[in-house]
């Protein structure tokens, strides 16, 4: 049996202050990668000549400039050049851990019954609001392999998976990880899990970025047809209350009491579960009751507006429907990558 190899593929754009952090971290790794594949997609502040300058000086490491890629296509196109047999896959901006990659592909060395390999995430914080944003962003895989899946921050899985399920879906700009990993998972290939295999990152540093994150994850979730719009009517009509009729109380006080009812009943079906789920995590630190109700409820409403758009989107703007049932159905085809 042939030995297996390995590939670590990341897609950057502009990433000259981080770049050196994640090839370091690619070189010192306790296990080394066959191969380093660094797709740029058209970056303008130096993050080549940094690429260039590691290129040099390790032959593990090739880079690829596809300018105006998304992520979706930026990783297509490093795993159609890789020659390895695993992908192991993060993002720029990411920091993995010395032992990650031993950790995250003894999975698949260990055995065949696994296609995919999921890691965790470890959040990197200068302040309160960047911890309890990225502690709401974290939530760990799923125990039931039936349930688990895999996302492009921290995975690694057999290139054949990959070409079985058609690549990444490229005409997502968001949630291509979750369709390819659900893609994988109806072609019946199992995900295992690494809790050892660990990769940092900082979230969005502000609300307003924190907003349109969750807007977009939304977005990409309604875009794949996987929008629950029960839900997003029920949270975005509770919202036009307590919304509404906080405007309305400028004219009658008795609105805002109503604004106030609503306000509370959120914070109690909402806001509560998190609070106490954080605690019992080990986050009832000083902020916890002032960043998390806010984090929280602006979730929810740009998520589910979010949702509500992208499924628009999904039923009357063309190509996402179609494209989607392509890929489905596994008629949609990839681009073809050359040099």
């Not at 990650?100 to 959040?123: H, I, M, Q």
């Amino acid at each position: 049996m042939q030995a297996e190899t390995i590939a670590i593929i990341s897609t950057v754009l502009n990433e000259r202050i981080s770049i050196k952090n994640l090839l370091d971290a690619f070189l010192t790794q306790t296990r080394k990668a066959d191969e380093i594949i660094i797709v740029d997609g058209g970056s303008t502040d130096g993050t080549l000549e940094v690429l260039q300058e590691y290129m040099r000086n390790d032959p593990s490491i090739r880079y690829i400039v596809a300018k105006g890629v998304n992520i979706a296509q930026g990783r297509n196109i490093a795993i159609a050049h890789a020659n390895a047999s695993i992908i192991a896959a993060t993002d720029g901006g990411c920091h993995p851990e010395p032992t990650w990659l031993e950790e995250l592909v003894k999975p698949l060395l260990d055995t065949l019954d696994f296609a995919a390999v999921s890691g965790l995430r470890k959040v990197e914080f200068v302040n309160p609001f960047e911890l309890f944003a990225g502690a709401l962003s974290t939530s760990g895989n799923s125990p039931n392999e039936h349930d688990r899946v895999f996302h492009g921050r921290n995975s690694a899985f057999r290139k054949s998976l990959w070409t079985a399920t058609g690549g990444y879906p490229e005409w997502l700009y968001t949630a291509e990880d979750t369709l390819f990993a659900q893609k994988a998972k109806s072609l019946g290939y199992k995900v295992a899990l690494a809790s050892n295999a660990i990769v940092s990152w900082r979230p969005r540093p502000n609300l307003k970025k924190l907003a349109k994150q969750y807007f977009l994850y939304g977005r990409g979730t309604g875009r794949i047809a996987k929008a629950d719009l029960t839900a997003a009517f029920y949270h975005l009509r509770t919202h036009a209350i307590w919304i509404g009729t906080f405007l309305l109380g400028f004219y009658s006080f008795w609105f805002w009491l109503i604004s106030l009812a609503t306000l509370t009943f959120m914070y109690l079906s909402l806001v509560s579960p998190v609070l106490n789920n954080l605690k019992k995590q080990g986050y009832d630190k000083l902020g916890l009751y002032t960043y998390v109700p806010i984090i929280v409820m602006t979730r929810s409403l740009y998520n589910n507006i979010g949702q509500l758009y992208g499924y628009w989107e999904y039923s009357h703007v063309e190509p996402f429907k179609k494209n989607h049932d392509l890929y489905c159905s596994g008629h949609w085809k990839m681009a073809n990558f050359e040099d």
